[in-house]
T-cell receptor
Framework: DAGVTQSPTHLIKTRGQQVTLRCSPK?????VSWYQQALGQGPQFIFQ???????QRGNFPDRFSGHQFPNYSSELNVNALLLGDSALYLC??????????FGSGTRLTVV | QQQVKQSPQSLIVQKGGIPIINCAYE??????FPWYQQFPGKGPALLIA?????SEKKEGRFTISFNKSAKQFSLHIMDSQPGDSATYFC?????????????FGTGTLLAVQP
């Protein structure tokens, strides 16, 4: 049973560019959440998608946007990248009433 | 009020020892308190979780102790092994929703020496 799959695993972008990260949830899960984990810190909630709509949002600027597709997969888009956006981006999937399953993340480096 | 404070930042124990990691919160609306284990290059994995109507929960070698009046909870790892060496995060969320957003602590890097 495949867990949460994220792609790519590593990515290097230049300041000012745009990036798209992808997530396939665990089979049977319908909710996708995205977290940003800076080096040496705990994950911080970016937003959550359910039924193709943003259901909750953390304290992140509008440069961070997302999308959920009918097959429950999701994308995280970040525009106008800043050096401070360098982090591990984690996708977590869940089913109503159940806990999260996290993917291994995408390591984004902005230079 | 949204913060979860975690200590210590790092911890070294000998094999067989009982490392204890502590967390404190302010928001009494939190009603779900999980602990996650993270290995380098991997995402966090749920270890054990507790709700505030219970003071203690055990799963295998892992135990959560919960003190509602003090707004504190802790993780104990019995008979620790070198394979337990990882970063541990406490977290909290509200509205009785395990799928609601998690507020994470800053993490504890545990090293279990053989």
């Amino acid at each position: 049973d495949a867990g949460v799959t994220q792609s790519p695993t590593h990515l290097i972008k230049t300041r000012g560019q745009q990036v798209t990260l992808r997530c396939s949830p665990k089979s049977g899960h319908d909710t996708v959440s995205w977290y940003q984990q800076a080096l040496g810190q705990g994950p911080q909630f970016i937003f959550q998608y359910y039924e193709e709509e943003e259901r909750q949002r953390g304290n992140f600027p509008d440069r961070f946007s997302g999308h959920q597709f009918p097959n429950y997969s999701s994308e995280l888009n970040v525009n106008a990248l800043l050096l401070g956006d360098s982090a591990l981006y984690l996708c977590a999937s869940s089913f109503s009433g159940g806990g999260y399953t996290f993917g291994s993340g995408t390591r984004l480096t902005v230079v | 009020q949204q913060q979860v404070k975690q200590s210590p930042q790092s911890l070294i124990v000998q094999k067989g020892g009982i490392p204890i990691i502590n967390c404190a919160y302010e928001n009494t609306a939190f009603d779900y308190f999980p602990w996650y284990q993270q290995f380098p290059g991997k995402g966090p994995a749920l270890l054990i979780a507790i709700r505030p109507d219970v003071s203690e929960k055990k799963e295998g070698r892992f135990t959560i102790s919960f003190n509602k009046s003090a707004k504190q909870f802790s993780l104990h790892i019995m008979d620790s092994q070198p394979g337990d060496s990882a970063t541990y995060f406490c977290a909290a969320s509200m509205d009785r929703g395990a799928t609601n957003k998690l507020i994470f602590g800053t993490g504890t890097l545990l090293a279990v020496q053989p």
